[in-house]
């Protein structure tokens, strides 16, 4: 996700319902803070974590940020929150896992 601010525990990244066709095992989520062009790589879930970790709206739904604000989903959307992420500090963590 591109963001304006560092990356927060509270923060959410959001998944278009479209990719979930996808044959993958883990989902690697990023941040990119335009602001200060920081690249950050958040953590990882496997496919099976995420569908039980993440928040899920149909497109057409409302839902609202922590901030107050809201907005009308225009595909089906998962959310995660960061602090359900595990840590990815190298490939090792995801090999650990995996066995």
């Known amino acids: ?3 304006t601010v560092s990356m927060q525990p509270h923060y959410v990244h959001n998944f278009i319902g479209y ?3 996808y044959n993958v095992d883990y989902y690697i989520f990023a941040s990119y803070n335009k602001r200060n062009d ?3 790589i958040c953590g990882y879930v496997s496919k ?3 569908k039980l970790l993440a928040d899920f709206y149909k497109k057409g739904d409302l839902h609202y940020r ?3 604000s809201s907005f009308v989903s225009r595909a089906p ?3 995660i929150m960061q602090s359900k992420l595990k840590s990815l ?3 090792k963590d995801i ?3 995996i066995k």
Request: hydrophobic share 20%; charged share 40%.
């Open 1 to 3: 996700m591109t963001r």
């Open 19 to 21: 990719q979930e066709k």
């Open 38 to 40: 920081i690249f950050t």
């Open 48 to 50: 099976e974590e995420f």
């Open 66 to 68: 922590d901030d107050g």
């Open 77 to 79: 959307l998962y959310e």
């Open 89 to 91: 500090n190298s490939s």
């Open 95 to 97: 090999e650990e896992n």
